[in-house]
């Protein structure tokens, strides 16, 4: 619904700043990934495999030759000026998740020299579109000061759909902070002896860039503005509507899953994603409904299912209730039919705010967002009478932390014939992206009943 909730993203996540092996009886047959620092670019202080360099943000990250607990290396990473915005710096190195095993573990040992912010060592474990499937790090144990040559652990969970294996470790603030002898193993054998994953292809297919791929694409133009939309797969069509300030790659996960059996047609909204708006009124879901109304006619599609994610259920339900001659079966996630009903006064606050803040903004972008986040506190105005006129089997879903209140959720279902209502345990208004396989497989379920 908002992108403005989603603002706590770690920096480190991003891997755009710049990342041995354990202790002398678990030490590997040989070092295929350099994870001693013993592998360095002959006259310079760069290792192989390693992301080293002075950065932007006043550190140098390099091998050491002055300290390590064994070998001839380490990897430092100092800070060398204070007077810059940023402060932190890491390195990094990937590793192909190709082991057949159920957990997997690093240990690597650390060395400090008066950190007064903190060491860390975020280690990650990513599918092949990239996306975080595991993640943890070192911030509960707190480490900084100054310490000599200490062994950590770090164990993640290795699933099925893991494709990389990814370290980084990080300085925060001033001091030294060396690493060395870093060891992964997969439930408890070093890699340099684990099983590979039977059929493990070395080149998979690069990632599908959804939501910019051109091959799939197409535009349509509705009034006053440009529809952009990609489709995918064969089959029943299925149209896909994302939330208000999003676009058509916040449905990779299900376009990629759905697209196997229906013909997927996922569109970015007026103003948003790809799509153009020339509009000067307010913007509503009646708009966006009469909206993918054209863009079915002009597919030559006069029935289809619909998965409407927050404002795009929204509109789901405004077309399942104006054209249900259009509809096959519709499955919406965190939606309303009123906002000051549906939603916490807390919340409308802080949108009022949000749209506050953008007014003071002089860009068209700023302008546009605060139109997108208005129409969160005006629309829509579906009554009780709205929901018993739709006609087709719909499926109402909703995060049990949700910003939409579960009574709210409840109410919708309720007053939909054919409905079913599922909610989900310990999710939030993110759910289709925070519970990817439980989330696919209660729509799957419901689009082939």
């Known amino acids: 619904m908002l992108r403005i909730f989603l603002t706590a993203v770690f920096a480190f996540y991003q891997f755009s700043s710049f990342c041995q092996t354990s202790s002398d009886s678990l030490k590997p047959v040989k070092d295929e990934y350099n994870l001693g620092f013993e592998k360095i670019i002959p006259s310079s202080k760069s290792s192989v495999g390693w992301n080293t360099g002075t950065t932007k943000s006043g550190y140098k990250v390099e091998i050491d030759s002055t300290q390590k607990y064994t070998g001839k290396y380490s990897l430092l990473i100092e800070n060398i000026a204070q007077d810059v915005e940023s402060n932190y710096a890491m390195s990094s190195l990937i590793i192909p998740a190709k082991f057949d095993g159920k957990e997997v573990e690093i240990r690597f040992y650390l060395k400090l020299e008066h950190v007064t912010g903190h060491a860390d060592f975020p280690f990650r474990i990513d599918d092949e579109d990239n996306d975080k499937l595991q993640f943890t790090n070192l ?66 297919p690069k990632p599908i860039n959804y939501g910019a791929n051109i091959t799939a694409s197409g535009r349509v133009k509705v009034k006053d503005a440009e529809l952009y939309y990609e489709i995918y797969g064969k089959g029943e069509p299925l149209l896909l509507l994302h939330g208000n300030s999003q676009s058509i790659s916040v449905f990779k996960k299900q376009i990629k899953a759905f697209s196997k059996k229906y013909k997927v047609i996922a569109v970015d909204t007026r103003g948003q994603g790809k799509s153009t708006d020339s509009s000067t009124g307010p913007l509503s879901y009646d708009l966006y409904a009469e909206d993918m109304k054209t863009l079915l006619d002009s597919l030559h599609i006069n029935k289809t299912n619909i998965l409407g994610w927050s404002d795009g259920g929204n509109t789901g339900l405004i077309m399942a209730a104006k054209y249900p001659k259009y509809i096959n079966k519709l499955a919406v996630t965190g939606v309303c039919t009123n906002p000051n009903d549906a939603v916490s006064t807390s919340t409308l606050e802080e949108v009022r705010k949000a749209i506050e803040s953008l007014k003071t903004k002089l860009d068209a972008q700023s302008k546009y967002q605060a139109k997108l986040f208005t129409m969160l506190l005006t629309e829509p105005h579906l009554t009780a009478l709205d929901l018993k006129k739709i006609k087709a089997p719909v499926l109402v879903m909703a995060g049990e932390k949700d910003m939409i209140l579960e009574k709210h959720t409840k109410f919708i279902a309720a007053n939909i014939p054919k409905s079913q209502l599922f909610i989900f345990k310990g999710a939030s208004h993110y759910v289709p992206v925070e519970k990817v396989s439980e989330f696919n497989n209660e729509v799957l379920t419901f689009l082939n009943q």
């Open 139 to 204: 911030l509960a144990k707190r480490i900084y000061g100054t310490q000599n040559w200490k062994q950590y652990s770090l164990k993640l969970p290795l699933q099925k759909e893991a494709t990389t294996i990814n370290l980084f470790p990080l300085l925060y603030g001033p001091g030294k902070m060396w690493i060395d002898d870093v060891q992964v193993l997969i439930d408890g054998i070093d890699i340099s002896q684990a099983k590979i994953k039977t059929g493990y292809n070395p080149n998979p």
